[in-house]
Each structure stands twice: as structure tokens, then as C-alpha cells.
């Protein structure tokens, strides 16, 4: 068993503040845990922790850390805000709540050394938005085909080992505080495609997962239950699912009422119904905002909250009918129930319409639920991105998403109360199997908190935080992962077009793997061109979706952006982008590109031995060895598969199969 | 549990005989088998059996079987022939051993209905191959992708289950007499990728092995078993297994010995060596001669036969590289080693140069080693031609082959000393999932025997012993089967350029799907053309393997057929073949064809509603349901393939998406 890696919280993260003569006041559980990780500090580091009001004797604090009962406070700082004021030398955190106080204490861990030096500032933190989750697709049991966890990259799950919860869960409070350090409030504990043995978590298994509550308590972090809509007579013994019958809704109640029981501050339920083979709603008749409400009402006595994923779509489509588009999909189910849901449903919404390919729009949904609590769900782990051998960093993707100007008044962050991560920790010593991905999780979080903030200076949060403040390293890890997203979609699928991936594990090229198949995901490339007319004019009607100006600019063939281009338009391969390239050659170009870059990832990484952890450059090592390989075979396959189609040669005259 | 279809020996395949006087002579163990089934038969049909000589009151026998010691009988009849001789509505069957009467006695059975009417015959059989083989590709434990049978389809094992031999081994028994009945001699009860678990019944699992070889050995079949090559190391704690070091040598006399004391009839070895991921000699810089007489050697003293495998190729090709050619693999891998295996190996070469695609060449492995005991290898498990949902009886396809003038002056049966085929046969209520299927376990054995049967008479002897004679049903079943492995080539993949299938599974169509992978299978179809360039004068020299004329025949575009055309040579997609149609409105014709052909068997079994048994009817509706809708998928996205990247419309005007 390799030691596990502390990720962005070493001993060294905290050896700043620790230095430092800190003072804390207030009480309850959240300041105590504050308390615990500054007195620990503070004896590794020769520092001071001073408690409570201040005697005479006690020296001056460097920071304080207050927490405040002023009425004022609580209205300017809210439930989780934070005042950060320098003055003199003197730096002062104040908070309302633990939960701020915990905030401010991490944000005074990011600012480094002698964060009390420096200009005088005055400044309240606040998160744009309230609700910042996890999912876990982890299973209790492993699952023949998709493992212990779905679609997870870092080995197994940090809750259950060998079809159970796990009986030392020790990891799972290291997790918990290095999520609450990067403000995530909230988890869901378990894959949202709920197989038998997971059911049960809701009913036989409360014990467990209140344990695993326990652990993420002291930070905050508010534990949920991915669960399955047709529990009532799966487990319960009932005839039916049905929302509308009065003994369902009495069961889900006493359901609900059971698990607050045991776990007082449960966050909810999360529900992916009617989809993929999930049941649902539809199968009684009833819609989405009847099977939300039912779940809702059940926990809206215990303050939870329920997320109800609109990833809903036909998955078993014909390839041969072109008239279902599975973009269309989300909305075509969601927008028009608008108003239906209760207040305490969260309508959980993928950034894109089809499913977290390395480039999409973002959903038309968002602009659509004015009057419905909406989440955007992000995928950090890497399922297409990758999945965790080749070195990704995505917050640059998710600060498009969450800063896109979807309608004329506001971001895509604007227009939703939440956003939601689908976790890419497993129990592997380096937490995400490629120690690069830890930033993704890191970033994940900070973006969540605030999507205004700068993905490349967020990666340098991480990397002070995680390799110490050595420049040469600064600068290699800047160099490998600031465009890494960029340079993966490049030598990937081209100009938005998705779903070249062998079927199934969905890592590696397989340019016709899906086109054949009933998933709704297709590129049409044929010798004379590629790409999917979502237009209203003579495709799918997909852009129609849209609120002006994107409804016109990916209608316009000559205003569409380029980097989504196929997504929106059939074009020939001749056709000549706003770059000015032809589209075949673009493809050919950037895939040359891309491995180039990361030719130079590979040099970059080398230059950075003896300069970091041995097993941290011995594991990215490796990965970086294997995202050459694929990067490659990306490369070779889609320029050989355009070439043999579109018998257009490169016109750098490059070697092409 | 469903009761267990009886396949073709239902108590009514044995009436007519049953209703005789019928006379047995001779002793030992072969001759009590024959005498339980007569007693059986008479029993329940009115008939009487006589043993030994015949006393005055004993009424005059309608047939007799008598067990020849006459010298020239032995010399005559061979260790499993029979003469048959009728004469004035008297049947005689003389054998000089235990194996040619019981296969006589089976002989008779296949005549029907008052065997001993008629012309006056006298006619020997004797089979065209001393080894006639059935190997399983069974694990013992479930294997976590490959299941409890590699490649099978119709259900668990009859051996094992739920990690072990099973208890009740009765089933096999039964299976035995099937086998024994169409003159299978031989089988390998597990499979030649062996794991863990199934390398121990070398060693530990001895005692069940004896067991099951206890419910073959009535009917006289030898048992083998698939060995790990590396087992020395495995099992043994050596720390080599190099053929040529004596303790590896000792090691494996010792094995053989112990196996031997449980087994006295032990067949020998069967062995896939330095294949897929298998160990073998090359491990140690030794070639498979080397290996395998190293295991020959050790079975030698004990009568026993090693098979091993010549299914040698590189498995982690590039697909850049169209300088290996898979299908060359084999003969470069074993031509050059004639002369040196011991008598007692048996060389085991697959039909076709690749892996058992619906169309091959035959492989020109099998005129390249006349010093060389060599085996063909057929597949009955249908892989490749429609996992047993479609009705494919490859016995058309097997005659081809075995009767296939390799040289001038030789068949590819009389080039060869065995003949192995992978089985079928699972627990599956009607063994072979689907009943039709049951023809192909029929026809290996019967052809396996005798090479020069019409396949089309041999599936006529089935469908009367299983069906009875009622013509419709022959009319039907013959309607659907005669043609049904063209009917299966012509909707799948075209021209033999194979592999078009879903990588893993084998099922279904994906006609890139193993386009750009390692696995050496593809077809290079760009905008223009199709086809694997394997001639000598521009391409991979393959055709030089073959003798005259087909080195020249296979080599000239013009003379190349057009069943093998693809398999040959690169043309352009207007190409004129020898039929007439271009290459591009072959594969729209075909798999048009193809699907009318399905669409008129599913009718056809329709009719026999209420004139079969009702399960044997229902299992067979469910088959043909899913054949049409395979069948159509093949198509659509075969022509849509090839119509998106030649552009070239259909000349019918048919739909093609």
C-alpha cells in the first residue's frame, strides 16, 4: 500500500498560517474543526493558536478569526460569506456562520505566505452560488460491466470495498476536508444508475451511510442518496410507483423520515429517472415535475433538497431516422414544465444537450426554466476527457460553460443556484490515478464557489498549494495543463462534432464506433462531407431552442463558431471555416498539432525529475507515456479515416495511413 | 427446468429398430453399450434381442451385429470400420472391434424403417480421418468477459458450474452417446486459453477429470485436456519451462504419468502456445517443434496424442503496417518446420488462413507440411456466422473445405489425419440454443468421418431421426437450411473481405469496427475501393503460400472467384466481377438478397405451427425473429457504409440510408 498522497493540503499548505500567532473566537463543531487544524498547525510550525476573547498577556494575533452575532454581519455575509480585512499588518477573517468561518480559514491557508503582509484590503466573499456538489457514481456492489465505480479512473471507491460500505473510513474525512477547503457543501454518495444492492442504502443500509455522514459532518458537507424511483415497490412491497398514489407518497414520506432520523442534516435525494433504463414517471403516465414533487414533498419537512436530472433521452433511437435529434431531448422534455416543480427541486442539467463531450454549446435548457431551481452538472471525471492517463485540465472548459452569455442578461452561472461535479476520486494513493487531475477537482470546487475567477490563476492556487512555490515547477505545470484542454480536443473529434470514441469504455478512437448504434450520437461523414444539421431551416430544429443571438448565430452557417461547427451544420469537407482553413485541413493540422503538444508535455514533465515527489513524477510518467501513444493513434486514425473518405491529400503532404 | 430436447436420438429414431430381431455377438465393454440400447429399444418397440450364437428355437434376426477375430476382417475393416451386407432381407454388420461395431450399430439406426429391406448391399465403411474431435472452449470458472463457455452460445457448461466439475455429470453421459452415435471420437473438455483454475485439472482436479472421462468412455471417446504450456512454473514451482531443460521434460513425464494411472484411455494434450497472450516455446527461444514434442514425448509411452495449435499470428499488429499480413502467419510460423515433430503431434490448422469467417480461403498451410501429422480445425460454434440466432448450417461450408483440390493430387481431407471442431453444445434445454444448430454437431461428426457425404443428405438424415419423416417438415427444414450459410454470407460481410463484425462480441455488424486495431483484420474500403491486396506481384505475397493452380488462380484479378475476390485484391468499387455486377451493386444486391431470403424463412418455420413440438417451435419463432432484425441492421448499415463512401447509388433505387 503506497502512503496516500495528501494532495493540495500537505503539511507544507499549512505552514504559513501556522508560523503565525492566530486567533479564533466562537463556538460549535465548524470552529472546533477550524481550531483543530490551526492547533495542529501551529505546534508543527512554531506558531500560536489563541482562543477566545484576548487576555493581556496574550501576544498580538497576526489573524484573527471571528465569528460574529451582528445582525449586520449575518445579512452582508449570509450562510456561507466571509470579510477578509487587512489593516496594519493585521489580517482579520469575520464569518456569521461556521461555515464562513471555515471558508475564510481556507481562503487565509490559499493566500500563502504572511498573509497578514501586504496592502491594507476590505473585502466579503461570498459564493454565487448556494449549492456545490459531488456526485459519485460509486457502487456498493461492483457492477460486472461498469466496476466499483462507473466511470471512475482512480481505482476503487473511497465508501465501499468488497459490496459494502467500508468499515474504516478514515479516508473519507481526508476527503472531506479537502473538498469543504475548496467549498464544496454537498456529496451523493452513490451511483446514480441504482442497482439492487444500492437501493438498500435508503433502507437497510441507513446505518452506513450515516457513518459516512459522520465523516464529512466536521466539514459541512451535506451527504445524499442517489435512489431508485421505483423503491416503493422494490423495496416497500407496493403494487406501484406511481407519484399521483396516495400510498406511494405516504411511503416516500416515512422513507424520507427514517433517514433524517438517523441523519439530522441529510442534503436529499438525487434521481436520474425515465433514462438510460432507469425507471420513472413515465412509466404510470405522469411527467417529470410529478415524480420531482413526490420526492420533494418527502423531504421538504427535514429541509432537503431533491436534484432531478434531465438527462432523459430515447437511447434505444433507429441510426436510420433522422428526424430524433438527441440534442433536442432535455429540452423537449424539461422546458415545458417550467413552473411544475417545487421550490425544493433542483433541475439538474448537463452543461451541454448531449453528454460532456470535450466540446459542446452549452444547454439551451438553462435559458428556459426561469421559474425552476436549476443545477448545471459538470463532469470532472474524465470519462471523455481522457479518463485521467492523459493530463486535462478542465477548469478553462467549465469557466466557458459557467461565463457563457447565454441569454442577453446573464451567464449560464447567472441562471442557475447550483452546480454539480461528477467526482474523479477513487481510493488510488494519488486520489484521481493521474496526479495532474487533482487540479480538476481543486478547480472544480473554486469555480463552483465563484466562476468569475481566472481557471489559470485558480491553477496556480493549486500548484503553490501542492508542489510549493518553485518556479521551474510553476512553469512546467502552467505549460503542460493551461492549454491542456485544448490541445486534447484537438487531436480528438474536430470542431465539435463528438462521440469518435470506441463504444462502451469510451477511451481511444473509433471514428464510426457510434454511428451505427442506437445513441443518438452521429457525424454523418460520408466522401463529400460531415457534420449534423441541428438548423430549423433544413435540419433538426435544434438551434431554435436557443434564445437570440446564439438561435441566429449557429442557424448561420457563416456566423457559427468554428469549434462547434459540425455540431450545428452538414458542411463539405472544402468548406472553408472562419479560420480560414478548409475543414479537411483543419482536421489534419490540428491533429498533427496536437501531438506535438504533447510531445512537448512528455519533454516538459522529464525536465521536472528529482524536482518534485518521485511517485508524483513516476505515476505522471507513465500517463504522460500513454497519452503520447493515444494521442497518437487519435491522430492516425481520424486523418486516415477523412483521408481514405474524402481522398483530399494534406497539403503539408504529412504521412497519413 | 425445461426437460432436455433429445436432439436426433429420440426414442422414435430407434424404433424401426426396435420392432426387429435383432442378433448381437462378441464381449467387452463397446459391445454391452450396443446390447443396452437394443434391450432398450426391443423393450419398448415389440422387438427381441438375441445374444451370442444362435440356438434352434432362437427365431431367424432380421439384422445381426457380430464382432469379427477373423485376421482378415481386422485387415479389412480397421480398428472403427463395419461391412454392412444385405442380402435377401437379411442385414449382417461385422466389425473387428468394439468402436466399428457400435459405429455400425449407429449405421443401422440412420437407415430407418426396416433396415434389413432392400437391394442386396455389401459395402464397408471406414472413417476418412482416424481422429475425429470436438473441443470445448469451456472454463471453469466464469471468466469475467469471456463467460463460463469462450465463445459459446447456448448457455453454461455441461461440465462445470459454479467454479468446479459438476456433480451430476449424467447430462455429459448423454451428450457421449450423441457424439459417439455420428462417430466423434475425441474430446477436449476445456479451453485452450487456459486460466488459473482450469490449468489445475492437470494436477489437483485429476480426480474429476477421471470422472468425467468415465461418462465418455461407453462410447469410446478418448478425453483431452487443454494444458497451460507454461505449467512447469504454474504449477510445478520450476523456474523455467524451456522445452529443452530436463527437469521441465521430467516435470511433464511425471504429469502425464499420474494422469495416465487415473485415465488409462487418456487422449493426450491439446495446446494453444504463443497465442494471444498464451505462453509458449518462444518464451524460451525455443520454436514450437521444440514445444511440442516436448510435450509428445511425455504422453508418448501412454498412446496419447498432443494437438497443438498452429493459431500463431501478432495480436498487437499496427494497422499502419501493411507489410504483416495476419493470414500469412500461420505457414510462416510452421511450413518451415516440417519434418520435425514427433509422430505423435498433431499439427491443429484452422479451415482458413485467419479465423473462421464465413468465407475463407482454405488454408495453404495444409499442403506445406507432408511430413507433418496435421488436423483441420472447423468451428461449429457459430462465432462468426450468427451466434446460433441465425440458422446457418455449415455443413456446405465444411464439405468445401474438406473436399477443397489444395493440390493436385490431394483434397484438403486427404491431407489431413483429424478433424476438430469447436462445439456447440452448451446446457441450454435444447443444447445448442438454437435447435436448428443441432444439424451442425450432427454434420461435423458425419463429415468428420466422411468428407465426400452431400451435406445437403446428411442434414436429411438428421431431420428425420430428430424430426421424424413427415415431408413438410423435411420440405421446410430444408428449404430453410440448405442455403442458409449463403444466405448468412451474403448479408454480412461481402466478397470475403470479413471481419465486419462488433470487436469483442463477434456479433452483429460494424463494418470499421476492427479497422484500426491490432488485431491484423482489415478491409482498407476507402472512396474508391475495397480489398486486401495479398498478391505477390504488389502486395503482402500471400498467394505465394498456395501450390499451383491456386497460387496463380488466386494471384490474377481475373481468375480470383468472386466469393474470395476481397480477400485477394484491392479494386475500385465499379470493378466488374466474374458474375457480371461491379463490386459496389454485389454488396447492394447481397444484402438486399439476404434479408428477403431471412424474411422467407421466418415464414416458412411459421407454418410448421402445431407440426413440431411447441418448445422446439417457440425457441425456434424467438431465432428467427431476431435473425430478420439482424440481418437488417446488417444490411442498412452495410450499404449505408459503403454508400456513404463510394456515392455511388444503388441501380434498383433502394433505400439506403
Not at 491594507?120 to 459564493?127: N, W
Amino acid at each position: 500500500m503506497s502512503p496516500i498522497h495528501p494532495a493540495w493540503l500537505p503539511q507544507t499548505a499549512l505552514a504559513p498560517l501556522g508560523r503565525l500567532v492566530v486567533r479564533l473566537t466562537g463556538d460549535g463543531a465548524l470552529v472546533e474543526t477550524i481550531a483543530t487544524e490551526l492547533r495542529r498547525a501551529t505546534a508543527a510550525h512554531g506558531g500560536r493558536l489563541v482562543r477566545g476573547t484576548p487576555r493581556g498577556a496574550d501576544p498580538e494575533p497576526d489573524v484573527t478569526f471571528t465569528s460574529s452575532t451582528a445582525a449586520g454581519d449575518r445579512a452582508d455575509l449570509g450562510a456561507e460569506g466571509f470579510r477578509v480585512v487587512r489593516h496594519r499588518e493585521r489580517l482579520t477573517v469575520t464569518a456569521a456562520t461556521g461555515d464562513g468561518l471555515l471558508q475564510g480559514f481556507f481562503h487565509v491557508v490559499r493566500l500563502g505566505h504572511d498573509p497578514h503582509r501586504g496592502e491594507d484590503v476590505a473585502v466579503v466573499h461570498r459564493p454565487a452560488h448556494p449549492l456545490r456538489m459531488l456526485d459519485h457514481w460509486d457502487n456498493v456492489e461492483s457492477h460486472p460491466v461498469m466496476g466499483q465505480v462507473e466511470r471512475g479512473y482512480a481505482g476503487g471507491s473511497l465508501f465501499y470495498a468488497d459490496g459494502s460500505v467500508r468499515e474504516d473510513l478514515s479516508r473519507v474525512g481526508e476527503y472531506a476536508r479537502l473538498l469543504a477547503s475548496v467549498g464544496v457543501n454537498r456529496v451523493a454518495i452513490n451511483n446514480v444508475n441504482v442497482h439492487r444492492t444500492e437501493s438498500r442504502l435508503l433502507t437497510d443500509g441507513l446505518p452506513d451511510v450515516a457513518r459516512i455522514a459522520a465523516q464529512f459532518r466536521p466539514w459541512r458537507i451535506r451527504v445524499h442518496l442517489s435512489v431508485n424511483f421505483n423503491s416503493p415497490v422494490a423495496l416497500g412491497g407496493l403494487a406501484t410507483s406511481d407519484p399521483l398514489a396516495p400510498a406511494v407518497q405516504q411511503w416516500w414520506r416515512d422513507a424520507a423520515a427514517r433517514v433524517y432520523q438517523e441523519i439530522p442534516d441529510f442534503g436529499g435525494f438525487v434521481v436520474k429517472a425515465d433514462s438510460e433504463g432507469q425507471p420513472g414517471p413515465f412509466g404510470y403516465g405522469r411527467d417529470h415535475a410529478d415524480g420531482a414533487n413526490l420526492l420533494a414533498r418527502a423531504v421538504a419537512p427535514h429541509g432537503g433538497v431533491v436534484f432531478w436530472r434531465a438527462f432523459v433521452y430515447n437511447h434505444t433511437q433507429d441510426w436510420r431516422d433522422r428526424s430524433t435529434d438527441r440534442a433536442r431531448a432535455a429540452y423537449d422534455h424539461f422546458a415545458g414544465l417550467d413552473g411544475r416543480f417545487d421550490d425544493n427541486v433542483v433541475v439538474q442539467v448537463k452543461n451541454g444537450p448531449i453528454d460532456f463531450q470535450p466540446r459542446e454549446p452549452v444547454s439551451p435548457l438553462f435559458a428556459a426554466m426561469p421559474r425552476t431551481s436549476l443545477a448545471v452538472e459538470l463532469q470532472v471525471t474524465q470519462e471523455y476527457t481522457g479518463q485521467q492517463r492523459h493530463a486535462v485540465y478542465l477548469g478553462p472548459q467549465w469557466g466557458e460553460v459557467l461565463q457563457f452569455p447565454l441569454t442577453p442578461r446573464a451567464s449560464v452561472s447567472g441562471l442557475v443556484s447550483g452546480v454539480v461535479g461528477v467526482s474523479n476520486v477513487g481510493d488510488d494513493p494519488f486520489w484521481t490515478g493521474h496526479p495532474l487531475a487533482q487540479a480538476n477537482l481543486y478547480a472544480f470546487g473554486r469555480l463552483a464557489w465563484e466562476p468569475a475567477l481566472d481557471p489559470t490563476a485558480v491553477l496556480q492556487e493549486w500548484i503553490v498549494l501542492t508542489f510549493g512555490d518553485d518556479p521551474q515547477v510553476g512553469a512546467v505545470v502552467h505549460g503542460i495543463l493551461d492549454e491542456s484542454w485544448l490541445v486534447y480536443e484537438s487531436y480528438t473529434a474536430p470542431l465539435g462534432v463528438g462521440f469518435m470514441v470506441r463504444p462502451g469504455g469510451h477511451y481511444g478512437p473509433d471514428v464510426d464506433g457510434y454511428e451505427y448504434t442506437p445513441w443518438g450520437t452521429y457525424h454523418f461523414a460520408d466522401r463529400d462531407g460531415i457534420g449534423v444539421d441541428r438548423t430549423m431551416a433544413t435540419g433538426t430544429g435544434y438551434t431554435g431552442q436557443y434564445p437570440e443571438p446564439w438561435r441566429s448565430t449557429y442557424e448561420s452557417l457563416a456566423d457559427c463558431p468554428d469549434e462547434v461547427l459540425l455540431f450545428f451544420h452538414h458542411v463539405p469537407y472544402g468548406h472553408v471555416l472562419r479560420s480560414g482553413k478548409t475543414v479537411i485541413q483543419h482536421i489534419y493540422d490540428s491533429h498533427f498539432a496536437g501531438v506535438e503538444a504533447v510531445a512537448k508535455m512528455v519533454a516538459a514533465w522529464e525536465s521536472l525529475s528529482g524536482r518534485i515527489d518521485q511517485p508524483v513524477f513516476e505515476r505522471g510518467r507513465e500517463r504522460f507515456a500513454e497519452q503520447l501513444r493515444s494521442a497518437t493513434e487519435w491522430r492516425d486514425q481520424v486523418n486516415t479515416y477523412f483521408f481514405r473518405k474524402s481522398g483530399i491529400p494534406d497539403s503539408a503532404g504529412r504521412t497519413i495511413f
